[in-house]
């Protein structure tokens, strides 16, 4: 079994900056993509931004040149350095990993940790 768990999250300010870190344990063999996902209320789910193999990174448009991603290799973690944050930014963000564990691949989410954007 695995296990991923985020941390970080919390209040700011508009133009305020706040830095997430997901944490996978487990019996993990190795680790491949690993995704930041965000949930505002009322809406859905909706990707941030992603990190893969050989640091090859993905945001999605509305945090690009503000939101920094990136990864642990020898700890199994990753990091969301948000800053320049905004008021729409404000939601429940999940860590996304698929993990080698057991001799098989599986897909993880974690359980989200609050950001709230607000003056």
């Known amino acids: 079994q695995a296990h991923l768990a985020e941390s970080g999250g919390g209040l700011a300010q508009p133009g305020g900056s706040l830095r997430l870190s997901c944490q996978a344990s487990?019996?993990?063999?190795?680790?491949?993509?690993m995704a930041w996902y965000r949930q505002a209320p009322g809406k859905e789910r909706e990707f941030v931004a992603n990190?893969?193999?050989?640091?090859?990174?993905n945001y999605t448009d509305s945090v690009k040149g503000r939101f920094i991603i990136s990864r642990e290799y020898d700890k199994h973690a990753m990091n969301l350095q948000m800053s320049r944050l905004k008021a729409e930014g404000t939601a429940v963000y999940h860590c996304?990993?698929?993990?080698?564990?057991?001799?098989?691949?599986?897909?993880?989410w974690g359980q989200g940790t609050q950001v709230t954007v607000a003056s």
């Open positions: 996304f990993a698929g993990l080698l564990v057991g001799g098989s691949w599986y897909y993880y």
């Open positions: 487990g019996n993990i063999f190795g680790i491949g993509i």
């Open positions: 990190i893969k193999s050989g640091n090859i990174v």
